[in-house]
């Protein structure tokens, strides 16, 4: 069944490649990003070449957010199915981000989505049906030492899903959250770094260790061929084109390792959720309503 799908994050690697894959396999698509122009104007003119409505959107601002999604509304003539995918990442030693550091990235991977959600949902609840997938990561419910700023974003991400999966369900509006692995992208040369080096350096050696953990895992990842974002794309195509209401809600896209221990720690959280659900007299709020 082809689709009417709105990915935000377009100019990225993940959104990118999922604008061209889900284009190439017949469905409908805005591709959003904050600006068209600058730095953004080559990967924008490949996307309108390839077919990809494109839609500017600032996902730090409300008035943005609104405005794009009902110009995507009117330019696809309908919505079924969101990627919810702009995000920014940090590393560093945790305690050298000032609070304003770790909030401007909270505003995008984290503030962003509610936003996006508070724009989108009007509309999947009056048509009663609707698709939301999120890109969490593997470190999105697991800390690794200089990433934990990136992490907990990511923690409140996935937090966020699973009240919305629940909350939703009813309305006939199904969640899933994509978590990839690492991979070589321009996401891992821009991440957020703290500011202030003097507190970093009071760490000694160790201040020196965030730069080159992330270099040597980008090596390291760039030793694995099926570790790429095209990956993630076809993920993306893959589970939308698995029937309404019988997508998984989690799906690990990995190939360093990660994949096995994730995946045991999903099915391991799906168990304790839905033991919750029934403890507490809510086990068919994890019941997709698909009338």
Do not use: W
Request: charged share 20%; proline share 4%.
């Amino acid at each position: 069944m082809k689709q009417k799908i709105l990915v935000t994050g377009a100019s990225g690697a993940f959104g990118s490649l999922a604008c061209k894959s889900l284009v190439e396999n017949g469905h409908s698509v805005v591709g959003t990003m904050r600006s068209t122009k600058g730095k953004n104007e080559t990967i924008s003119s490949e996307l309108s070449s390839a077919g990809v409505h494109l839609v500017e959107m600032d996902v730090t601002n409300e008035d943005s957010v609104k405005s794009a999604v009902k110009k995507s509304i009117e330019l696809l003539g309908g919505l079924d199915a969101v990627f919810n995918n702009a995000g920014v990442g940090a590393n560093g030693i945790l305690e050298a981000f000032s609070a304003d550091e770790i909030r401007q990235m909270f505003e995008v991977n984290v503030f962003g989505v509610q936003r996006l959600m508070r724009a989108v949902l009007p509309y999947f609840r009056q048509q009663g049906k609707g698709t939301i997938v999120h890109t969490s990561s593997c470190i999105g419910r697991v800390t690794t030492p200089f990433l934990a700023a990136y992490s907990a974003s990511k923690y409140a991400l996935e937090s966020l899903v699973e009240g919305y999966r629940a909350e939703l369900s009813g309305f006939g509006i199904e969640s899933c959250i994509i978590e990839p692995g690492g991979m070589p992208t321009e996401f891992m040369d821009v991440m957020l770094k703290p500011k202030d080096v003097e507190r970093a350096e009071q760490y000694g050696e160790m201040a020196y260790a965030p730069e080159a953990s992330i270099k040597g895992y980008v090596e390291y990842i760039n030793t694995i061929p099926m570790q790429r974002p095209e990956r993630v794309a076809e993920a993306l195509v893959e589970l939308l084109y698995q029937p309404f209401g019988e997508k998984p809600f989690r799906t690990v896209v990995d190939f360093s390792g990660l994949k096995e221990p994730i995946e045991l720690y999903n099915q391991a959280l799906e168990q304790t959720t839905k033991g919750i659900f029934a403890a507490n007299g809510v086990a068919n709020m994890l019941e997709l309503n698909k009338n």
